[in-house]
Each structure stands twice: as C-alpha cells, then as structure tokens.
C-alpha cells in the first residue's frame, strides 16, 4: 500500500442529523438522496428536501468532508425530467459527486454538468472492467461501486484492468441479489429498486398473530412465519423462509448483515479506493456507531497493515446492529456462493 | 409480428437440448437466440456446439443469435464472451455493459440489447441504437404503458422485443441457490440442476408456488403470459419472445404464431394456452401491476 492511496470511508446519511453524526464519529464522506423516487432508499421519513441538503453540504465542507448524492434509480420517458433536475440541483448545491446507474443520465449530467464527478452506482451492474471500461470511456466517470457479487480475487481483477476508482461494501444490508439486477420486490408488490427506489416496501407488510404463530407477508404472499420467542423480521422477501422440495428453510439467505472487516488489508492491498456503509434507513446512533468502528479499523490499517488484527470488541459493537444480530463476508469468501 | 425463441434459461442433458433444437427448426419461430446465459459452469453445449445448432438452425430458415450471460464475474466469463463477440456468423444478444464494450470496440453494429441492459427510457435506448443495437428487449418489469410512452417520446430507430411467455427472469445472484438446496457449494454443486427441466419451485410456507429456483438465477413460479393481451402488446412490439420451457414450447410458438396472424382470437388462444403451463398465469407487470398478478382488464 502506498502512502497515497487513501481509502476514504463512505457512511449513509438517511437524514441531517444522521449526516451531521457520521461527519462527528470521522466519516471522509457521506452520501444520501432527495425525497423522491430518484434515489434507492425511497423511504417514508427519509432523505433530503434541498434546505436539508444545503445545510448538510455546509456542515461537511466546513470540516473537509465530502457529499455524494445518489440519484440510482431508473428514470423514464414520463418522468425524465425529475431526474435531470435533480441533477441540476446537485450541482447548484455543490455536491462533490452523483452516483448514478442509468447511462442516458450520465450523458446529460457529462454534457451539462462537465465539472461535475461522476460515480457509477450499484444499481448499475458493473461486475467487470470491461462494464466499468465502458462508463469510462462513454461518460468519465470516475469511480465504480462493486455490486455484492464478486470474491476477493476478482475483485482485485478488477482494479489490476480498471483507471476507475472502486468503491466496495464493507457492512450492512447484505443484498443477495445483483443491485440492479432484481425484480422481486416488483413481482410481489409492483415497486422496484430499479423504478421505484424501493424492495419489498413498508406499505405492503403485514404483521398477524396468527394460532400458527406471527406471520409476516408481503402484498398478501407469506415471507415468514415466526413462532414463540422468535423475533419477527421484516418481510424482505429473499430473507423469508420458504419450502423447497419439502424442506422449509431460508432458500435465499437468512437475515444477516455484510462485515468485510477482516478482509481490510486485503481489500487495502488490492488498491480500493473506497469503502462503502450501507444503511441510509438506519437511525443516527447507528451511523455514529458503525462510523466510530470503521473510522478506528481504517485508520488502523492504513498505519501499519501487516499488524491490522481486527479487534473482538469493533466486532462484537457491529453485531449489534446487524440484523439478526450475525455477520457474514458474503461473496467476497468465495464458499458462501 | 415476428416470434422469437429466447435463449434455454434451464441446464438440460445435452441430448435434450440438441432434441429440442431439432423441434425447433421445424417450429413457427423467426428468430431463435441460442446459447448460456445464466451459469459459466454449464457445459453440456459448449461454444462450438452452440454454434453448430445455430448454423443448422440458420439452414432452417432462422435468424439466430449467440446470447451472452448476464452475470459476469471473472476473467473466464469475459474470456468466454469474447469468443462469442469475435465471431462473425452470427449477431450476439448483449445481456451485460461488458458485452456492449467488446462489441463497440469490435465495431459491430448488429447486435440486441438483451433484456437485463436496463433500458428504461429513450435517451438510455437511444445511446444504445447509436453505439450499434438494431433491436433491444423491454425489461421485463416494463408495463405496456411505459414501453409505449418510451416509444412515442422520440425514440431511436430501432425495433422492439418483449418477452411475452415464460417464467419471468427476476434476479440474479452470485451464490446459486440449487446447490445451496443441497448443501453444496456453486464450486462443486455437482451439477445438480441438469435435467430440472423447469427449475425447482420455491413455495411459501402455506404451499403456494411463489419463485423458481434455477441456479444463479431467480424466476417467477408462475407463467408470464402476454397471449391474451396480445393486441396491445403488438402496437409497441415488432418481436414477441416466448421462453423455452420443459414441455409444450412448440405448441406455446404454434399458438402465438396463430394468434399473432389473427387465425384465433386471443382470449381463445390464452384459453388453450392452459394445457401448457406448469403453473397459473400472470401479465402484472404488462399492466403495471404486481407482476405476479393475473389481471384481466374491465
């Protein structure tokens, strides 16, 4: 690792104090969304309206940190202009980048925005350079973050054939499936993260105590059924346990939480350039929780990365607010494929 | 209206596949896309094989394409799609940006934009159109309405194709969800979905078909089926595509193909269609509903 090569850490902010607390516990950047469908945590009570959002622009770049907006939903020819304007308005605001997903709107952004950073998204599927090659060349972004999908070795792949930056998840909501890839939510209830911002969204869970126990659905399709002292889970639906060939079980994944602390030096050593927080839907304490940890395990490898050892206590602080209270490295250890 | 055969979505032994493609030949489809596109570890058909069932398809009267896989995770994937990029005899379905790179930067300009390309608006299909795409396919969440309100609003010269039968390609993963059924590992799943011929079902826990399994790949249990609706689907649509499943796929061509030249009507046809579906029907998505609705509109 060369004394460059800083890896910045990049925490959701789902709201202003959340901003304003991951900006206090050390976060490099943060990034987060306008309350619109412009965005992939289309949350009731979330996001940003631009006074939000000009007042969290001032508060990071006062103490040296950056903003990022995500606008990684896809937009259509019925509502295109919200998504131009929302670009529009980011650069107004003085965001020091956009992460997008859908090529028509890098376009825009690169032909009227010229000085504006790009990053492409999640939400667009880039899995090989050759994909990230092509965002480059096309539209200059500058940076890609990886879907959940790769192990640690073609993750490194990618870097070794890529000029863009690349940004990687190190802890939170584990999606299972390829960000932008994925149409469940849609299947069961009509809202997508593709279109709407949105998997498996709130207005369309049901809890019921049932004699056969809490039963939790989905637009009317049962995800889980939770017996007594079981804890009921939110019905996202490839975290639900269904039959399969007569076997009940999670046929998808169980509810479990993404934690690459351990793989740091290696990631630091394949050269990423970044490292993404997942969580925008999370409270403040949350945030300045996972911030705190990740801030001390970063700073940690980047002096001295043959003596990085992850600390059982950073561990056991993140198992807190894991879902299910379990970690896991997901694709990045390749067995769990 | 032209139809289409989409790419074999499931693993089957390679004497089926090569059974099936002889059907095929004789069957009513213009066009047949060919080819694997959901697991790099499925080789009962490799790149050479494919290319001899497209040729023999090709002499049948078909236009045939080489479809690329969607997911592309190592430098083997790449490798593989690069065989199947530099060959000139047939035109390739782009199902990832990787494949559009390599096709640009070999200067094609034949070549489909598949439907996992997240085309949802004319200035993303019109970027697509000018680096070379002669057809695209509608994602599948992509309601009738959208898709003909894209169309109005300027778009490029280019035609239209939608995936109007079949298990609905919902997600895909890294981790393959058939081997995780039997506590094996993608690296040594021993190939255990060769052979189900139309994935393995995922029911909820009251009994009711929800997703189909099949490897990497997530399906819809149900079927996708735009028969009925058919009319409107060909106002927007030059290309129907029908999905190969394990039975009936030449009975399911048959009666799109009768339908689409109006010989039956479409409420018939779907009536018939019924005896060739594993599981109920839905067109949610086509009318901007759930997907796994059956809607019949008022």
Known sequence: MTSNSRIELVCPAGSLPALKTAVDHGADCVYLGFKDATNARNFTGLNFDANAMREGVRYAHDRRRKVLLALNTYPQAGNWSAWTAAIDRAADLGIDAVILADPGLMAYAQKTHPALRLHLSVQGSATSYEAINFYAERFGIQRAVLPRVLSLPQVEQVIANTAVEIEVFGFGGLCVMVEGRCALSAYATGESPNCNGACSPGKHVRWEQTPSGMETRLNGILIDRFGDGERAGYPTLCKGRFDVGGETYYAIEEPTSLNTLELLPDLARAGIRAIKIEGRQRSPAYVAQVTRVWREALDRVMRDIDGFRVQPAWIAELDKVSEGRSHTLGAYYRPWK | ?298
């Open chain 2, 1 to 298: 209206m032209k139809l289409a055969l989409g790419p074999l979505l499931y693993y089957w032994p390679r004497q089926a596949t090569l059974d099936f493609y002889a059907q095929v030949a004789d069957s009513p489809a213009d066009v047949v896309y060919v080819g694997e596109t959901v697991c790099s570890r499925r080789h009962e058909l490799r790149l050479d094989d494919w290319l001899e069932v497209a040729a023999m398809l090709r002499a049948a009267g078909k236009e045939v394409v080489l479809s690329s896989q969607s997911l592309i995770e190592s430098e083997s994937d790449l490798k593989a799609l690069r065989r199947i990029v530099a060959q000139a005899d047939f035109r390739v379905e782009a199902n990832d940006m990787s494949a559009v790179h390599l096709l640009t930067g070999a200067g094609r300009r034949d070549w489909i934009a598949g439907p996992t390309l997240n085309i949802f608006n004319p200035h993303t299909l019109a970027l697509l159109a000018e680096s070379g795409a002669t057809r695209w396919v509608a994602p599948p969440e992509m309601s009738g309405a959208v898709l003909a309100e894209l169309l109005a609003s300027g778009a490029p010269q280019i035609k239209t194709e939608v995936l109007a039968w079949g298990r609905l390609p919902l997600a895909h993963s890294a981790r393959c969800f058939t081997a995780r059924h039997f506590n094996l590992q993608k690296d040594t799943c021993e190939f255990r979905c060769l052979g189900m011929s139309d994935g393995l079902v995922l029911r909820t826990r009251e009994g009711e078909p929800f997703l189909t399994l099949n490897g990497v790949q997530t399906q819809s249990a149900r079927v996708h089926n735009l028969l009925a609706d058919l009319s409107s689907v060909r106002r927007s649509a030059q290309v129907v595509r029908v999905s190969p499943q394990g039975e009936h796929t030449i009975r399911v061509l048959q009666l799109f193909r009768e339908s689409a030249d109006e010989r039956l009507a479409p409420q018939e046809a779907f009536r018939r269609s019924a005896e060739c579906m594993v599981e109920a029907p839905c067109n949610g998505f086509w009318h901007g509903r759930p997907g796994v609705e059956q809607y019949v509109p008022s």
